[in-house]
């Protein structure tokens, strides 16, 4: 795969909790599915919780870039003192990470120290300070010049993330033109990939049905990289054709394709679709790079976590007390989501 360490930091960093390594899956003869029930499920939420508040104080400012969006996810009691801490980190991604949570929180105390922020030298710093204060009701007509410049940006994590941010900020009236600018983006000459993918995914979640096209087009690369990045495109703008490629792409050869579309696919994926992720629990590098099988294993417990199969909280469970704090982390994520589509569940 093209540029794997480049884009897998990126992804990170501007869409999170997302991998774009690909590797060959080892073939596994049996699949170990647990058969008895965490009896607490209150309490595994609990305990996920404090996972990620212990990761938001990690020293590998990685773990801690990722811990953001989840503190501003979970929405717990101390969250938003943890974000708010983090934004004078002296690491630049937890910053930024922390920065766009603190919009995502609406976090009023941190309104200072982001209006200092939007004044640094560090343009994607900036960026997120605007959108955080743009999120909390401050005036966003004085951020618009920067979206402007960003977007057509030969950099491509600033391009990238200028793209994410300004999907999240929606269809509101000061951002009533953000489809069309976004549509520039995807029609730049010689465009890079990435950034157009970004695009798309900018275009679906502010429901552009006009995208579907490219999203199924990037769906059939030959580049397992584009067939990654566009899976959270097609759940994003959630049309029939969409679900219908994703579980295709659950199919894949490439098992973090793979595992990637089971994870966005949740509880639609079929019983036996979903037997890869407990396969790749197990899975471990042909090549002995622990890193890349740690990178399956995160997709796997992430996919795991979006099913809301209630005997799945034993595997959320273990891996909660992993000696990896990485790995920790993201069962704490997948057990939030776990919660939150099981909760779904019993209210309907």
Not at 129 to 140: C, F, P, T
Not at 226 to 233: E, G, K, P, Y
């Amino acid at each position: 795969m093209k540029n794997k360490a480049k884009l897998f930091l990126t992804v990170i960093l501007v869409t999170f909790l997302s991998s774009v390594f690909t590797t060959g899956c080892k073939s596994i003869d049996s699949v170990s599915i647990p058969s008895l029930m965490y009896s607490n499920p209150e309490k595994l939420k609990a305990e996920a919780i404090e996972v990620i508040k212990q990761s938001a104080g990690s020293n590998d400012p990685y773990v801690k870039t990722y811990a953001m969006e989840a503190l501003s996810k979970a929405d717990c009691d101390g969250c938003d003192t943890l974000i708010q801490q983090s934004l004078s980190d002296t690491t630049l991604s937890v910053k930024i990470a922390a920065a766009i949570a603190a919009g995502d929180m609406r976090i009023e105390q941190t309104r200072d120290t982001l209006e200092l922020m939007r004044r640094s030298q560090e343009p994607m710093l900036q960026l997120a300070a605007g959108y955080a204060l743009e999120k909390m009701g401050i005036d966003g007509e004085r951020f618009i010049r920067w979206y402007d410049k960003a977007l057509l940006s030969s950099n491509e994590r600033y391009a990238g993330q200028s793209c994410l941010l300004l999907g999240k900020l929606g269809n509101t009236p000061i951002r009533r033109n953000s489809k069309d600018k976004l549509w520039t983006v995807m029609k730049k000459t010689d465009q890079k990939a990435y950034i157009r993918l970004q695009a798309a995914e900018a275009l679906a979640r502010l429901g552009d049905i006009r995208v579907t096209e490219r999203l199924l087009d990037f769906a059939g690369s030959s580049f397992a990289d584009d067939r990654l990045l566009v899976v959270s495109s097609l759940k994003l703008l959630g049309s029939q054709e969409c679900y219908a490629m994703l579980s295709v792409l659950a199919a894949d050869e490439q098992i973090e394709v793979s595992l990637s579309a089971l994870r966005a696919l949740g509880p639609l994926a079929g019983k036996d679709d979903v037997v890869p992720a407990y396969r790749a629990l197990e899975y471990k590098d042909p090549y002995n790079d622990q890193n890349v099988t740690q990178r399956v294993k995160h997709l796997a417990i992430l996919a795991i976590g979006s099913f809301g199969n209630e005997m799945d909280q034993s595997i959320l469970k273990r891996y909660l007390s992993d000696n990896n704090e990485f790995i920790r982390l993201t069962a704490a994520v997948a057990t939030i989501n776990w919660e939150a589509v099981i909760s779904k569940k019993y209210a309907q």
